[in-house]
């Protein structure tokens, strides 16, 4: 089995910083992508950056020149650096990663439990 811990989440005023981590551990092989999503109430999750093994990112058109997401491979861990945050970046974020476990052929995406974020105006 393979677990997300996120930490980081809190309550900012609007143009404030917060880094969120997430650490993966478990019966882990490799690591392909390592992302994050966020889920505001009454709208659907949305892809807010992702990183490769490589190191490739990409970020929604949201965050670009905002977040920054960076990987450590031996430690199985991302960060999620998110400066001069807005009103509207209030949402639950959630870690995920596509993990290929010990003994099993196949890659498979896992998630963080999520954690808070809210950016007061």
């Known amino acids: 089995q393979v677990q997300l811990v996120e930490s980081g989440g809190g309550l900012v005023q609007a143009g404030g910083s917060l880094r969120l981590s997430c650490a993966a551990s478990?019966?882990?092989?490799?690591?392909?992508?390592m992302g994050w999503y966020r889920q505001a109430p009454g709208k659907e999750r949305e892809l807010v950056a992702i990183i490769i093994s490589g190191s490739g990112t990409n970020y929604a058109d949201s965050v670009k020149g905002r977040f920054t997401i960076s990987r450590d491979n031996a430690k199985n861990t991302t960060w999620l650096q998110m400066n001069s945050l807005k009103p509207e970046d209030t949402a639950v974020y959630y870690c995920?990663?596509?993990?290929?476990?010990?003994?099993?052929?196949?890659?498979?995406?896992?998630w963080g439990q999520g954690t808070q974020v809210t950016v007061s105006s």
């Open positions: 995920n990663a596509d993990v290929r476990r010990l003994g099993k052929s196949s890659t498979w995406r896992y």
């Open positions: 478990g019966s882990i092989f490799s690591i392909n992508t």
